[in-house]
């Protein structure tokens, strides 16, 4: 399941500590009502944060300007949003590899620059964080193919098998991706 929140920017360290409390905020709501529980986020080292005394539910929170998004579910899950904005040829080539800066940059496709770079900006960090590799593999590293159906991303292969994909389009002006283990998934 699902769940999020928008909020109103104020600045950008005030929004960091919105944006946590409004995660955690959607993680209890989001174990109260599917499971009927309130747990504990704890986290080893620089692991991905788990739920102390359910090791069977697993989360994942994402913010951005003005959204925050919380994922639970009973098999591994990650979540992104970001907000579609103007960005930089050196961050695309940080975070792409060349056939994604190919994809980025055909104008024949009906998205915008902007739009194909952070659906598959939000598709990385959800599989990152999803498979609890976080910001430890370059995002580079992580390459994606898609194929377009008009302004929809269908057809979407990650870097290994075993992972189902979803994105969504929220107002217009924010990508939220969600990366969600297989059933069955060995990995």
């Known amino acids: 399941m699902v769940y999020l929140t928008e909020y109103d920017s104020v600045d950008r360290g005030q ?3 919105t944006e946590h409390r409004l995660g955690r905020e959607l993680l209890q709501f989001g174990l109260e009502r599917e499971y009927g529980i309130f747990r504990e986020v704890v986290r080893e080292g620089n692991g991905k944060p788990f739920l102390k005394g359910e090791p ?18 009973e098999r591994r899950i990650g979540v992104d ?6 960005f930089d040829g050196r961050l695309m080539r940080r975070i792409c590899t060349e056939e994604e800066m190919y994809f980025v940059e055909q104008e024949r496709v009906k998205m915008t620059r902007e739009e194909k770079f952070f659906h598959l900006w939000t598709l990385k960090e959800s599989f990152l964080k999803a498979t609890g590799q976080g910001m430890a593999v370059p995002m580079r590293q992580t390459g994606f193919s898609v194929r377009l159906k008009g302004k929809r991303m269908t057809d979407i292969r990650g870097p290994v098998p075993g992972w189902k994909y979803m994105q969504y389009r929220y107002r217009d002006s924010y990508i939220i991706s969600i990366c969600e283990e297989e059933k ?4």
């Open 15 to 17: 929004d960091r500590i």
């Open 81 to 86: 949003v970001e907000q579609i904005r103007q």
């Open 56 to 73: 069977g539910i697993d989360f994942s929170i994402a913010h951005t300007a003005g959204l925050v998004v919380c994922g639970i579910q």
């Open 184 to 187: 069955n998934n060995d990995l």
